[in-house]
């Protein structure tokens, strides 16, 4: 069976070997320097002012939503668009804050938000705030959709945790909106076994979010930072400051164990995102072009196409459950990532007006006849001679 993921770490035994020895050495475990040098190497890496590290890309996502919520940037009630397909923690948060969500629908050959799908929804309903995910590593045009958000003053987000490392147009995905989330969940780009990050230029989006990450306060901000805080709120004695909670947080911390975990892969980055860009040209060149079978997928429009995982779409749900039976035993496949949202029970549940707004979509046929295979950097020349062997024969 080729399963999706091979391992927790790119160079897994040496990247244990140095965890093991950090481990036996570390005085400190809990959110330390570790993540503190993670986040200048990450922030370094993605050409970002500021990174904030957080223990899962689901906590990137609440931990934004919340932070401009903190800040009066949105409130609640307020319509905040989303992609339809996408992962659920990218929808999720917006329900839970106190927003409403708004599916956009996806185009066929990209698999992501355009501008003229964003379009759609814009003209049609008052929305604050776009919350886009870049699917797998591809996007549509995000140059124009920036530009958009800028004439409409809408806030752009963008979930960036499938696309760590896609160049479009000469700029890294994640580096289009206001911020971005990133996971580094096992199977994802980078691991740290469970992990995230936000990266946004803003100083003060930045600093919401330390405090939203831990509890509220203001510990981990910088000392001007505080005491301009603690001049506001009169908070005089060391004794209150430490426990003195400015505005509504959780505890997304990361352990010094996520911290160095992550400069350790981040080393690999390169390599682990050139290995998976071979790799899916090898597959996707010869799979794609059965045009029988499967629909077209644009990637030609990209710089540098960074993903974990190949898509394909079929022409019919029939030739999509002949793969599905192929595939058994030999090769691990899933839906494309969590599929058409609207479709998911939470979102009947808890926005039932909006569930039907996208009628006949692109999202609802890539539900219903997509599905991808892994791509990651350790697949051998066998296995992917018989990945395209099943798909494209
Ligand atoms: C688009 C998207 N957003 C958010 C997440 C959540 O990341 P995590 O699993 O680190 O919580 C995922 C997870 O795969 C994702 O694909």
Excluded at 4 to 22: A, D, G, N, P, W
Aim: aromatic share 10%; hydrophobic share 40%; proline share 2%.
């Amino acid at each position: 069976m080729i399963k999706l993921i091979k391992s927790t770490f790119y160079k897994e035994e040496k990247t244990k070997r140095e965890l093991i020895k950090f481990i036996k050495s570390a005085k400190i475990l809990s959110f330390g320097l570790e993540c503190k040098k993670f986040e200048r190497n990450f922030a370094k890496y993605q050409g970002g002012k500021h990174c904030v590290m957080v223990n899962s890309g689901s906590s990137a996502n609440l931990a934004i939503i919340q932070s401009l919520l903190n800040l009066g940037k949105i409130k609640q009630g307020e319509l905040v668009a989303f992609s339809a397909l996408t992962w659920s923690t990218n929808a999720m948060p917006i329900l839970e804050l106190g927003l409403q969500a708004v599916p956009i629908d996806v185009e066929l050959d990209t698999l992501n938000v355009s501008s003229r799908t964003l379009t759609k929804i814009l003209d049609k309903y008052p929305i604050k705030m776009a919350f886009l995910t870049n699917l797998l590593g591809f996007c549509d045009d995000i140059d124009k959709i920036k530009k958009l958000c800028l004439e409409r003053k809408i806030i752009l987000i963008e979930d960036n945790c499938e696309s760590l490392g896609t160049v479009y147009k000469g700029e890294k995905l994640g580096n289009f909106g206001l911020a971005s989330s990133f996971s580094f969940y096992v199977g994802h780009h980078m691991s740290t076994i469970e992990g995230g990050a936000v990266c946004t230029d803003s100083e003060a989006l930045a600093t919401m979010l330390r405090m939203v990450r831990a509890h509220g306060w203001d510990r981990n901000l910088s000392l001007s930072r505080q005491n301009k805080l603690r001049n506001k709120f009169k908070v005089n004695e060391t004794f209150y400051s430490r426990y003195t909670f400015y505005d509504l947080g959780y505890n997304f911390r990361s352990t010094e164990i996520a911290g160095f975990l992550g400069s350790v892969q981040l080393k690999y980055i390169d390599e682990i995102i050139k290995k998976r860009q071979k790799n899916f040209i090898k597959m996707a060149i010869p799979i794609y072009s059965n045009t029988k079978k499967f629909l077209p997928i644009k990637y030609d429009h990209i710089d540098f196409l960074s993903n974990f995982a190949v898509p394909v779409i079929c022409r019919s749900v029939k030739i999509r459950d002949e793969l599905v039976r192929r595939c058994e035993n030999k090769v691990e496949i899933r839906p494309i990532v969590g599929g058409d949202m609207t479709k998911q029970p939470f979102f009947a549940k808890h926005q039932a007006i909006f569930k039907k707004i996208l009628g006949n979509s692109n999202a609802k046929l890539i539900h219903e006849q997509g599905l991808y295979f892994g791509n990651n950097p350790e697949l051998t020349e066998t296995e992917m001679k018989l990945i395209i062997k099943i798909f494209a024969q």
